[in-house]
């Protein structure tokens, strides 16, 4: 279904479970992906509750934002949609940059969070390097003279170019294959800490990482186990950053056995 909610359109989908004592789950998706990578787990849970999916604006079959959005924008949104579906308090899985929005959620709408599964959740800021202190430098320093130039107009069509270069030499996979406006809204997202709201979380929460994750380190799992006040970790031995999906019967039957028989 699409709706237009918080000024952007949004595509979700809700797999009703003709029980009313069944909990109620909602699947947050990962930067770059859409609601099909949790198609697995959606299936596994209909049979026992009613299962909530959407695509983040700017993935799928949602629409972009008309404004560049920060985490705080995603977090009203989701929201906004269970207030409108009126399936709250919900469990919420969550990968990746769905964990970002899980947290805030939590953090800020508490009412809305009855439990929360986050697996190699972003959202804590990597320290940064003097290598990556200079390398960002380097970038603004490139990217603010092909700005003054690109304002010549002869120049423009060279200067793109190059600022094309710019981007794909800099930027992260992510970064690159974005539009305009989404790049403006992933640099607002990924320049958000979200550590200092880990002890405003109240719901129960189960962390699952993979101890090989190079994009969300073992120790950002680690530190919302020692910070959410009722949380704990599993990790997933030799698993990437996709730990869930390597792993699918394992994650399965943990998350099954948190979520819906804790419920029971």
């Not at 719901?203 to 680690?222: F, H, K, R, V, Y």
């Not at 994650?251 to 819906?260: A, M, P, R, S, T």
Request: a positive charge; hydrophobic letters at 40%.
């Amino acid at each position: 279904m699409l709706a237009n909610i918080n000024g952007c359109q949004l595509y979700y989908e809700v797999r009703r479970n003709p029980s009313q004592d069944v909990p109620c789950v909602l699947l947050l998706h990962g930067w770059g992906c859409d609601h099909s990578i949790f198609a697995f787990i959606e299936n596994e849970l209909a049979t026992s509750a009613t299962v909530i999916t959407l695509d983040f604006p700017g993935h799928g079959q949602s629409g972009e934002p008309s404004s560049p959005w920060d985490v705080g924008e995603y977090t009203k949104q989701v929201a906004a949609l269970l207030e409108q579906l009126q399936l709250a308090p919900v469990q919420i899985i969550s990968h990746s940059f769905g964990g970002r929005v899980a947290l805030k959620l939590a953090a800020t709408r508490p009412e809305l969070v009855d439990k929360l599964v986050i697996t190699g959740g972003a959202g804590l800021k990597k320290p940064e390097t003097e290598k990556s202190r200079k390398r960002t430098a380097q970038y603004k320093r490139y990217s603010a003279l092909l700005r003054r130039m690109k304002a010549i107009s002869p120049l423009k069509p060279m200067v793109e170019k190059l600022q094309t270069k710019l981007r794909n030499r800099y930027g992260s996979a992510d970064y690159v294959k974005l539009s305009e406006g989404m790049r403006k809204t992933f640099v607002k997202v990924i320049s958000e800490d979200l550590q200092p709201l880990l002890p405003k979380v109240q719901a129960s929460t189960l962390l699952i990482w993979g101890d090989n994750d190079s994009e969300t380190p073992l120790w950002m799992g680690q530190t919302m186990e020692r910070e959410i006040p009722d949380a704990g970790l599993v990790v997933f031995e030799g698993g990437s950053h996709y730990a869930f999906l390597e792993q699918i019967k394992r994650f399965l039957v943990i998350v099954k056995q948190f979520i819906v028989e804790e419920k029971a």
